[in-house]
């Protein structure tokens, strides 16, 4: 087994990086995928989302000091490497050191051995927690919510991939834009219209929809299959997990 990694990005904020982290992984895990979620993110959501608070160890010892990496069992099928605060050192001190941007791809390659899916969770920011996601990752998954001003910063982000395949992770690829938070509102249709022709065939055929249940169970540290398996939500989740799968076995 060798997972397939997938780096969950936009440096736009609150545009559902996180809860698709958390919620398409669960998916993942009971399509029978053995899947491990990474929490990259200083402000620890995703850890939070799953209803763990200042772990002992987290995602910071692992990078900076060498320390194996912590994983903690949700369910079945199902790991999580939790994040704290501590993180927002960590740019500093990868920074300074020459092999900074390598560091997760390192720690990742015995674990990608035992699971079949790695999903990064990563931060509203295009810097060296991102950068050290992204050279780690196989594929990246473009979260965009259907927004006005989403499909604006888009290009920066293509633009990185780019420049990152050239050389330092020439393995990398898109493996989807995922739209989410869409209704029924002309102005969001219009949006992911936009977003599907600007973006041809890069779009996932799956979109999530807007639906305040998701909120509610990361609020109570659930993902949404055991807060709500008959919601919207858990529903949109499952067709993109099948989906991603799909994808996948084509290439
Ligand atoms: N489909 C949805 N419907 C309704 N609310 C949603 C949906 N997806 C996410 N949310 C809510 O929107 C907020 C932002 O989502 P989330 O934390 O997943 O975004 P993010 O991109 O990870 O944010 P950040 O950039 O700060 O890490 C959260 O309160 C979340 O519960
Ligand atoms: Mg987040």
Request: aromatic share 6%; proline share 2%.
């Amino acid at each position: 087994m060798s997972a397939t990694i997938i780096s969950m990005v936009n440096h736009k904020g609150g545009v559902g990086k996180t809860t698709s982290t958390l919620n398409l992984g669960k998916a993942l895990s009971l399509q029978k995928k053995k899947v491990l979620i990474i929490d990259l993110d200083p402000q620890s959501n995703l850890s939070q989302s799953t209803g763990i608070e200042e772990p002992e160890k987290n995602i910071y010892h692992a990078l900076c000091e060498g320390a194996e990496l912590p994983t903690l069992n949700l369910s079945t099928n199902f790991d999580l490497v939790p994040a704290d605060l501590d993180l927002s050192e960590a740019e500093l001190r990868l920074q300074s050191d020459v092999n900074g941007y390598f560091i997760l791809k390192k720690i990742l390659k015995s674990a990608a051995e035992n699971y079949d899916f790695i999903l990064i969770d990563c931060p509203p920011s295009l810097g060296i927690l991102t950068l050290n996601a992204l050279i780690a990752s196989h594929r990246v998954v473009v979260v965009v919510q259907s927004e006005y001003l989403a499909v604006k910063g888009l290009q920066t982000i293509f633009n990185l991939i780019e420049k990152l395949k050239e050389n330092l992770n020439t393995d990398l690829d898109i493996l989807g834009m995922l739209i989410t938070q869409i209704n029924r509102t002309v102005f969001r249709t219009s949006i992911a219209n936009t977003v599907r022709e600007i973006y041809q065939g890069k779009v996932f055929e799956t979109m999530i929809r807007a639906n305040i249940t998701l909120a509610e169970a990361s609020a109570s540290g659930k993902d949404i299959f055991s807060f709500d398996a008959t919601c919207a939500g858990a529903k949109d989740y499952q067709d993109l997990a099948k989906e991603v799968i799909k994808l996948l076995k084509n290439k």
